[in-house]
């Protein structure tokens, strides 16, 4: 292996998404990518928030994905990096600042109506049902759907075989890897239009992260925008279209993955040199 596997992974290279042929996870007719017409596709735009009534946590703290890209969230602990997630997806009241999907306005939406436009979410934490068997994840994760959704669910086998395998085990029972790939696969039920993901790497051995990385590139190369959060920021860097350091909830470094990785300040605080 390469230092620089993804490197060259050809992120517009459209050609190579969806290889076995087996059908897009996307909804059908995702046609070709062009540009928002207001901007990014999904853009928490200056945002100020905190919790409650609370300090801000968030100080005109902007986050993005653009179609077509994959966007990584780095930052020490405490960062702000879930408050930002969790400020996209509606579940903090912003205080300044706007979210905007596909060029609307949707501030004011709950994360339930985030969800019905096509915003899926997967928190860094009690992301799956663990009493539940894995299918039993995947269709709750189905639940605004009242189409049959038996082919995304084969969508979601076919992109990781072993939750085929363990489907009638308590989701519980499973690796650290396995269940992040749960929760994925559950937020996938959707059909999302963008997904977003807080550390879905936490807490799994190298070459598991590795595994689902390349499982994250194979879901954004279907058409799906990902913003992700990750606390092991080289690797999510070079996998990155576009990378952003927050430090003490404000943007520190914004650029493409390789540019951060370039940048010697970055490098230095952020990256261990
Ligand atoms: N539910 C909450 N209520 C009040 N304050 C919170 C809440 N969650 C987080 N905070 C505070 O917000 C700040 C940012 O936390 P946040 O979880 O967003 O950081 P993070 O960058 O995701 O960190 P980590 O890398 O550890 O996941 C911290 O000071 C934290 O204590
Ligand atoms: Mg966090």
């Known amino acids: 292996m390469s230092n620089d596997p993804y490197g060259d992974r050809g992120n517009k290279d459209w050609s190579v998404g969806n290889a ?47 179609r077509g890209e994959i966007a990584v969230i780095v930052g020490p602990n405490g960062a702000g990096k879930s408050t930002g997630m969790k400020a996209v997806f509606g579940m903090l009241d912003m205080r300044k600042g706007n979210v905007r999907l596909d060029g609307e306005d949707i501030t004011g939406l709950s994360p339930q109506d985030r969800v019905a436009k096509g915003m899926g979410f997967v928190p860094q934490t009690s992301n799956i049902f663990t009493s539940m068997t894995v299918e039993e994840n995947l269709e709750m994760g189905a639940f605004i759907r009242r189409d049959d959704f038996r082919d995304t669910m084969a969508q979601v086998y076919d992109l990781f075989p072993i939750l085929k395998e363990k489907r009638l085990q308590a989701a519980g029972e499973l690796s650290g890897g396995q269940r992040q790939q749960v929760a994925v696969g559950r937020a996938l039920m959707t059909q999302p239009k963008v997904l977003m993901l807080d550390e879905p790497t936490a807490g799994v051995s190298p070459i598991v992260m590795d595994e689902l990385f390349d499982r994250i590139i194979e879901v954004a190369r279907t058409g799906i925008p990902i913003l992700m959060v990750e606390q092991n920021a080289r690797q999510a860097l070079e996998i990155a279209d576009k990378g952003y350091v927050l430090v003490q909830g404000r943007n520190a470094f914004t650029g493409t993955g390789k540019e951060l990785l370039a940048d010697p300040e970055v490098r230095k605080s952020f990256l261990g040199g």
Do not use: E, N, R
């Open 20 to 66: 076995k042929g087996q059908g897009s996870i996307m909804p059908k007719a995702s046609g070709k990518t062009h540009p928002a017409p207001g901007g990014p596709f999904l853009i928490g735009d200056c945002m100020t928030a905190g919790y409650g009534a609370g300090p801000d946590i968030l100080h005109d703290c902007t986050i993005a994905v653009d």
